[in-house]
């Protein structure tokens, strides 16, 4: 994909476009108005180069792994998938057919090479490409041999020996948990649990509860503490590596697994003791960040901006309190208006990126203030501007409100439970799943509802009295019939009387039918009729191919839901009929798209097709002028704005 100056300069002067704000002040920036200076400094990076981070290195390098999981984060905040066309892209220029990648070898036992794996599964997720599954499948054959402390944890390289640094956790850890999640390595929890544990116990500091860069089993190094095996300093790009390591890890674990408390209490502990040594005048943090006054340190780019975005998610993800939101706040207000500014062609620029710093080698590093200190600081570095592009999804990209702030989304898989899948050794549920990222799931629409601050849930049993008590909303979608399931789940009474005393109650009920012949309409009307809506056997907008003209759904000015969002596409829906307590919320002609209802406490969606997954909002196939990812944030803003709080 190839960016002219043109379009950069253009791309980095553009107010505020992201899906999520919805009219909301950007969280974050405190500069001029509206301008998202993330995604003019993804625009940037995409013109500079232009055809792939590939043409930059000489090897197979885990800096163009954190850019792309910049580009990625941008991706799902906004549903653009210019992002995700540059992530593959990319990465195609090192992956081969055979799913060997070119430059990695995995004898090295790098540690840092494992980072670019993230990548891989995204794409295979998205894609199903057999390619990357073996491309993962290799890094991941190397954590299998990797050379461990007497204790487990991964060296962070084979030629530092019994060392083990911050930086590694976040080049290891977080792809180690998302492919044990994906592929069943259940007992892979255990291990990556104790690895975070045992590097925060040895390097701890017990006053200030900050972490030293890194730590030396052996206690040989020269730059090795001989009572603790640590380092001298708490370098601030370490520990922001760790922070990110923590939170993204969390994406992946199981929700009854108890490293997932050790791994929230980690966090918690650490993300009070950077708080502690967080600038106040400018929200940043030093180099070397607990001594802000000896001369020569400085306000450093990527370490601010890894912490910011360690704990804006942490937020988002209900790991940490709410009330550090002012101080993520306020250290992306100084990130922008400290290190991001326009070069003298128009294009966004980081500045204030420390280079490298390392421990050992050769020449010889020998972790000392001085040391950090002589190691250059550049503009535009790979790690400042992929952790910046994190820090700005978050900030700039995301809900400035959190209306889901201790609340629970649940998506169905008893009426909907289609056999899972399998895909090259790789069994998953399908249709409608939180995990799933390819055409079929919900994962951005999960992502929408997290980025308000919601969890996510599955509910796999028949809904009953006690297990909907547990959520706030409660979706609904394209029950099987005998089409799908040869034992399908259908609509009772019993369920149609449990789901609407919960409603009554305050839950929120999302219906998401399909047209006639793909959904079991006639039981999943019980529920339905229970509200006054009826999803009918006549449908409208069968799209042939790619005649998305056909699928176009306009929404008209003042509708209560859909405040911004004018254009949607949705193809093959049931046409609803309304009657008291429901009314018509979109319509197409005079046919009814869309419905709400008002029972109790509660409130009812209904939607004749499900509409507000992947292939629908994730950019990657409908084109850019329908709105639907816009919509799904509207959506789910209303949704979260209703019923009440258990």
Partial sequence: MKFSRTLIAISTLVTVNSYAQQGTAVSGVATT???NWSQGMAASVMGWWNDTLAKKPAHWSYDMGVVLKGMEALWKATGDATYFKYIQKSMDAWVNEDGTVRGYDPHEFNIDNVNDGKLLLTLYRATEKVKYKKAADLLRSQLQNHPRTKEGSFWHKKVYPWQVWLDGLYMGQPFYAEYAMLFGEDTAFNDITRQFAAIERHTRDPKTGLLYHGWDESKEQKWANKQTGNSPHFWGRALGWY??????????????????????????????????????????WYDIVDMPTTPKNYLEASASSMLVYTIAKGIRKGYLPATYWANAKKG??????????????????????????????????????????????????????????????????M????????????????????????????????????????NNGFSLLGDIFSSYGAKLSTLEAAPTAANLAKTDVYIICDPDGLKDNKNPNYVNEEHVKAITAWVQKGGVLILMANDSAN?????????????????SNRGRNFVQGSQYETGVVSIAAGNEVFKQTKKVYLKEISILETKTPAKPLVKA??????????????????????????????????????ENAKAAYELAKWVLQQGVKK
């Fill in 519 to 535: 959904c079991d309409l006639v039981h999943f009307n019980k529920l339905a009729n229970a509200f006054g809506i009826t999803f």
């Fill in 399 to 438: 809900p400035a409100e959190m209306p889901g702030k201790g609340k629970t989304v649940t998506v169905d898989y008893y009426f909907n439970h289609e056999d899972k899948k399998e895909l090259n050794g790789f069994q998953y549920p399908t249709h409608y799943t939180w995990n799933e990222m390819s």
């Fill in 33 to 35: 108005a509206k301008q």
């Fill in 589 to 626: 002609d005079n046919d009814i798209v869309m419905a709400t209802a008002k029972l109790g406490k509660g409130t009812v969606f209904a939607v004749g097709d499900p509409w507000l997954y992947n292939e629908y909002t994730d950019g990657r196939k409908i084109p850019a002028e329908y």
């Fill in 243 to 284: 922070g990110m390591a923590l939170v993204d890890a969390l994406d992946y674990f199981p929700t009854n697994h108890p490293g997932r408390d050790t791994l929230v209490g980690i966090l918690n502990r650490f993300t009070k003791a950077v708080i502690n040594v967080q600038d106040a005048k400018t929200g940043l």
């Fill in 332 to 397: 992306y207000e100084g990130i922008v208006k400290t290190f991001v500014d326009k070069n003298d062609k128009g294009e966004v620029q980081l500045k204030g990126t420390v280079k490298v710093s390392g421990l050992g080698g050769n020449p010889y590093r020998d972790g000392s203030f001085e040391y950090y200190m002589g190691e250059p600081v550049i503009v535009n570095d790979w790690k400042g501007i992929g952790a910046y592009l994190l820090a700005g999804a978050e900030m700039e990209n």
